[in-house]
């Protein structure tokens, strides 16, 4: 089993920061690419930010220069700090992450964490 945990999400005031953290724990044998999504309402999921295992970056241009992706291997976390929010950055920020298990046989899938909602109003 493994579980990925989003936290960080809240309210902030344009122009604001906000540093979101997500958790995978569970039968993990390794950690491929991790990365974050977002969803506003009405709108299809859109990637934000990937990270691969040894630190390459990958940005949205809605977001490039605004946000930083980083991670920790050591703790299998990734974190997402937001700089500069813009009301259209209001949505529903999801973590995934590629994970490599070894249950019998090694699987390789990927992991979704529940989401955590940031609202940027003033």
């Known amino acids: 089993q493994v579980q990925l945990v989003e936290s960080g999400g809240g309210l902030v005031q344009p122009g604001g920061s906000l540093n979101l953290s997500c958790a995978a724990s569970g039968s993990i044998f390794s950690i491929n690419t991790m990365g974050w999504y977002r969803q506003a309402p009405g709108k299809q999921r859109e990637l934000v930010a990937t990270i691969s295992n040894v630190g390459s970056t990958n940005y949205a241009d809605s977001v490039k220069g605004r946000f930083t992706i980083s991670r920790d291997n050591a703790k299998n976390t990734v974190y997402l700090r937001m700089d500069s929010l813009k009301p259209e950055d209001t949505a529903v920020y999801y973590c995934?992450?590629?994970?490599?298990?070894?249950?019998?046989?090694?699987?390789?899938?990927?992991?979704w964490g529940q989401g955590t909602q940031v609202t940027v109003s003033s």
């Open positions: 995934n992450a590629e994970i490599v298990r070894f249950v019998l046989t090694f699987r390789r899938d990927d992991y």
